[in-house]
Antibody, heavy 121, light 110 residues
Framework: QVQLQESGPGLVKSSETLSLTCTVS??????????WSWIRQTPGKGLEWIGY???????SYNLSLESRLTISIDTSKNQFSLKLTSVTAADTAVYYC?????????????WGQGALVTVSS | QSVLTQPPSVSAAPGQKVTVPCSGS????????VSWYQQLPRTAPKLLIY???RRPSGIPDRFSGSKSGTSATLGITGLQAGDEADYYC???????????FGAGTKVTVL
């Protein structure tokens, strides 16, 4: 069974960088069959797709976040990571990592439990 | 405001059927598949329907999906108390080059 687990600081200061890592078990991130994704959820904006990465390192980002966003992958550790710079209170959310199937419109079939990140002033 | 439009809430009595509509546009629904996600209270979203009408292993056939033109619908029959949750539709939007979700619909069992 595929499992994903987010980890990282739960509190980030405004203007600093939010960093999260997703550890995958039960599936190799190098398999080439999936896109490894980040999604966040805020009470006000619901679910928001952040971006995804392929095992090769190619990425696709939400254009609204692209200038502040980096998603990377470490195949040796079976992990992928998210860095979001210059955060504000609007970036306070529950951040989920998820596996996305291989087509452009493919679904997110496995999700992590979520990590609450609060941006403080 | 979400690109995909869902009603904030729907409700029905136990054992009844409820439908959750999701309205999109040609930039997202055309030539694409719609997925549906169930989010029980205080848990992560869970894939319920993919490719418009397919159910992952373990999802009961009380849940169904359909798509026609720029609209999609989630159906739940034999409604149970455990079905009380938020339900989200999602698909890829070609104009935004982004995966998009509806704002979610809360299903209440009366």
């Amino acid at each position: 069974q595929v499992q994903l687990q987010e980890s990282g600081p739960g509190l980030v200061k405004s203007s600093e960088t939010l960093s999260l890592t997703c550890t995958v078990s039960g599936e190799s991130v190098s398999s080439g069959r999936y896109f490894w994704s980040w999604i966040r959820q805020t009470p006000g904006k619901g679910l928001e797709w952040i971006g995804y990465i392929y095992y090769s390192g190619s990425t696709s980002y939400n254009l609204s976040l692209e200038s502040r966003l980096t998603i990377s992958i470490d195949t040796s550790k079976n992990q992928f990571s998210l860095k979001l710079t210059s955060v504000t209170a609007a970036d306070t959310a529950v951040y989920y990592c998820a596996r996305k199937t291989g087509s452009t419109w493919g679904e997110f079939d496995f999700w992590g439990q979520g990590a609450l990140v609060t941006v403080s002033s | 405001q979400s690109v995909l439009t869902q009603p904030p809430s729907v409700s029905a009595a136990p054992g009844q059927k409820v439908t959750v509509p999701c309205s999109g546009s040609s930039s997202n629904f055309e030539n694409s598949y719609v997925s549906w996600y169930q989010q029980l209270p205080r848990t992560a979203p869970k894939l319920l329907i993919y490719a418009n009408n397919r159910r992952p292993s373990g999802i009961p056939d009380r849940f169904s999906g359909s798509k026609s033109g720029t609209s999609a619908t989630l159906g739940i029959t034999g409604l149970q108390a455990g079905d009380e949750a938020d339900y989200y539709c999602g698909t890829w939007d070609n104009s935004l080059s982004s995966y998009v979700f509806g704002a979610g619909t809360k299903v209440t069992v009366l």
